[in-house]
């Protein structure tokens, strides 16, 4: 297992005045695999992704990778915002917004242009290289914020509702593109959504979160064959029975205050 | 090509009506304090081009840079430390609202009590009346940056020093250039105001003592010399902005289309 | 005392405690930074670190301060410095803000006379007091007009921008919703242009100031700016330091009135923050 989540609980607030978003979590993630986290709104999916990435500290139980708990924002872990316009820096050009995280790595310069040249070609923006992020349209940035990512040479990839904010059009073609960069590239993927078809169509398996403040409520192995596809794959008689079965765990169980 | 000529035109019209103008009636009155366009020009063209602008030009030129200089330096690193730390903000507010209210004028007898009336004075007067805009806007630039860049940052542990490089020195930058074009006009307020009281050479120094000797033309020819130099210097600053901060322009212009 | 009370009565202390330090965090770090600061001087002078002849103890400045503030000479030149500073600043704001509104609202004029004021605001008004001071003397029109000339400038170009950034949406709305151009000026234009004006106000006010106590001080005419002048050139060190700490406070006071006002006038527009051109 490289990454571990056991009995994860994160309050915000304290005394009386205390919320409590995540009540207990736990769950694993084995090498290599592509897990997805969905859950109704507000039910604490972005609180449990800045746990894992150390940007917040739990309140209780903690996450482990390869055995140690996370404790600040792992070396190991590299992470997608939603909102791709607000985390590419506006004065820094694609490639250099991609080579930024590669600073404290000390690579010579020769190899820090070869990562940055070959993240960006595995994205579709081997031409885009010198423009600037504001001169791209959002999934193209996205893309940006992928291959950014990708080039530190992360062991696990966080992905904060990555595709929330692109038109559906663009969202399949992202799916598609980070499912082939996926299966290039031995990295593990926790994939964060609230779209029910996106998960089944991306992950080996779909985590389903119960409404706030959430524990899990079940675990779906999606035993669907790769390489996944657009139109084949959620045709397949499977992919409904498992759409299914995610979208009721997750409607069945009405927020206790509507 | 119709439209470029028809704009350069509307833009160019009445500064020339008004220099005409300005010539025809300085001719044919007689005021005294508003000798001939032509004695202007023609004291402008004696003492400028290029006779003073050795004993004159440079050292006030050289004045305003080293001060203004000084408070650029100055009032980005004290205002990136300000700005970074909520306490240390607090701490300094008051004293920084004390000496940014204080008229930068009044610094100028201060100056000449400690400094004695070399450029040593001029540099330390220029540069202290003028950081406090640099200083508020680069705290208040630093405070301002998007939370999300420092997630970013936090998220991929970059180093302290690209941090402050590479991330918060450029966002902060729009405003920072902001504060340095107000700081720019108050460099060069106090560099004429240094050299009208203390001084032996300077524009400012030639201005008073063409005043001192009625000497109309000369003076009104140094007015104008100032002129240009303020001009000058203020497009100089607006071109270096135009470049460092491209990116800003673009990025905005992209944002607000995006709302239209 | 049963546990739920107890553990009742401790949060309840807790809340009480933590809500008395952050009030005090709000006070103490600059009023301990003030006294600190001051402190620090007076031991620098006093050790001799600092040269008494050069700067003096903060304790005898304020003394000095505290001593002129009750003569009437005193009085006088503050209250010389404060009238020039009102008069140029609200003529230049009368001025000012008719004549940005105008230009601001027409493209073909703001173009005409777009050089000439993009001439005329770098330059540096105070080049233009030897002048001043050949056509009108050493008196109070002098400052009158050489305030209003350098105030003008911050207002005139703020208005202008305020009136240009009017957001069209709001005045489409307001045009759907029947009204005619005067009202869509009152309704729109106006309450849209106003913080920007507010602005150029604050700037201006600082100009203005900067202005009479520098006319005072160049040319001698009544005011805080003369009497440290001739505090300094006379030698009496501590009154010069005196003067000028009074001339700080001077400042101080007058952006906290002019804030106030502002905060009046603008109260529904919240924390407006452009930067500032």
């Known amino acids: 297992m490289v990454l571990d989540v056991v009995n994860l609980s994160k309050a915000y607030g304290h005394g009386e005045r205390s919320t409590l978003a995540i009540e207990s979590l736990t769950f694993s993630v084995r090498a290599g695999e592509f897990v997805c986290i969905v859950g109704p709104s507000g039910c604490g999916k972005t609180t449990l992704l800045r746990s894992l990435s150390g940007l917040v500290k739990p309140s209780g139980g903690q996450a482990l990778i390869h055995g140690s708990p996370v404790d600040g924002p792992p070396e190991a872990m590299a992470l997608v915002f939603q909102d791709y316009s607000r985390s590419l820096f506006p004065w820094m050009t694609v490639a250099r917004n991609v080579a930024f995280p590669l600073r404290r790595k000390r690579m010579p310069k020769a190899e820090r242009d070869a990562a940055v040249a070959e993240s960006l070609a595995a994205v579709g923006l081997a031409d885009a290289a010198e423009r600037y992020p504001w001169q791209l349209s959002g999934g193209m940035q996205q893309r940006v914020a992928i291959a950014r990512a990708l080039a530190y040479k992360p062991e696990i990839l966080l992905m904060d509702e990555p595709f929330a904010s692109v038109d559906a059009q663009t969202r399949s073609d992202l799916e598609d593109l980070l499912l082939s960069v996926w299966e290039a590239v031995d990295v593990t993927v926790v994939f964060v959504t609230h779209d029910i078809d996106e998960a089944v169509y991306l992950g080996d398996r779909v985590v389903v979160l119960s409404p706030s403040p959430c524990t899990v409520d079940r675990i779906v192995t999606v035993d669907l064959p790769r390489p996944r596809d657009q139109l084949t794959t959620k045709s397949l008689p499977r992919y409904v029975d498992l759409r299914t079965e995610v979208f009721s765990a997750i409607v069945k169980r009405p927020a206790p205050d509507g | ?260 | 005392m049963s546990d739920g009370a107890r553990h009742h009565g401790q949060r309840h202390g807790g809340q009480v405690a933590g809500g008395l330090r952050r009030g005090l965090g709000a006070v103490t770090p600059g009023a301990l930074s003030v006294v600190c600061v001051l402190g620090a001087l007076e031991l620098a002078v006093r050790s001799g670190l600092f040269d008494e002849r050069w700067f003096p103890p903060v304790s005898r400045i304020f003394a000095e301060l505290a001593d002129q503030a009750t003569t009437s000479g005193f009085r006088e030149a503050t209250f010389e410095t404060v009238r020039s500073w009102a008069s140029g600043l609200v003529a230049a704001v009368a001025i000012a803000v008719p004549l940005g509104i105008v230009i601001g609202s027409s493209p073909r004029l703001h173009a005409s006379v777009k050089l000439v004021i993009e001439f005329l605001r770098p330059v540096p008004s105070v080049a233009l007091i030897p002048l001043a001071v050949v056509m009108w003397g050493t008196g109070a029109e002098t400052k009158f007009f050489l305030i209003l000339f350098a105030a003008v400038w911050p207002v005139l170009f703020q208005a202008i921008y305020g009136v240009q950034d009017v957001d069209p949406v709001a005045l489409d709305t307001a045009r759907s919703f029947g009204m005619g151009r005067g009202r869509q000026w009152l309704h729109v234009t106006l309450p849209s242009t106003l913080p920007f004006i507010a602005t150029g106000v604050r700037i201006a006010s600082a100009i203005a100031l900067l202005l009479a106590v520098g006319t005072e001080l160049i040319i001698g005419a009544p005011g805080l700016g003369r009497a440290i002048g001739i505090a300094q050139s006379g030698g009496a060190a501590v009154r010069m330091y005196a003067y000028i700490v009074a001339a700080g406070l001077l400042g101080m006071l007058l952006n906290l009135a002019l804030g106030r006002v502002e905060r009046s006038v603008l109260h529904w527009h919240e924390s407006h923050r452009t930067v500032v051109q």
């Open chain 2, 1 to 260: 090509m119709k439209a470029w000529a028809a704009r350069a035109a509307l833009q160019l019209a009445l500064p020339v009506v008004l220099v005409i103008g300005w010539w025809v009636w300085s001719e044919s009155n007689d005021s005294f304090f508003f000798p001939p366009l032509r004695e202007i020009v023609q004291a402008f063209e004696d003492a400028w081009i290029w006779e003073r602008v050795g004993s004159d030009v440079l050292p006030s030129m050289t004045r305003l840079l080293a001060g203004f200089g000084l408070a650029v330096a100055a009032g980005v690193a004290v205002g990136l430390l300000l700005g970074s730390s909520r306490l240390a903000y607090r701490a300094a507010l008051p004293l920084i609202e004390f000496l940014r209210a204080l008229p930068p004028p009044a610094i100028i007898p201060f100056g000449v009590l400690v400094f004695g009336l070399g450029d040593g004075m001029k540099v330390v007067v220029i540069a202290a009346g003028s950081v406090w805009p640099i200083l508020l806007n680069t705290i208040q630039g630093v405070r301002s940056i998007d939370p999300r860049f420092v997630e970013v940052n936090r998220a991929y542990r970059v180093r302290a020093r690209d941090r402050l490089c590479h991330t918060t020195l450029p966002a902060a930058s729009p405003h920072i250039f902001a504060g340095l074009r107000a700081s720019l006009s108050i460099a060069v307020i106090l560099m004429v105001l240094s050299e009208m009281t203390a001084s032996t050479n300077g524009v400012g120094f030639f201005l008073v003592q063409s005043q001192r000797g009625f000497a109309l033309p000369e003076m009104w020819a140094a007015i104008v010399l100032l002129g240009i130099i303020g001009c000058a210097v203020n497009a100089v600053l607006v071109m270096i902005q135009h470049r460092l901060l491209a990116w800003h322009e673009g990025a905005r212009g992209s944002a607000l289309s995006e709302v239209r």
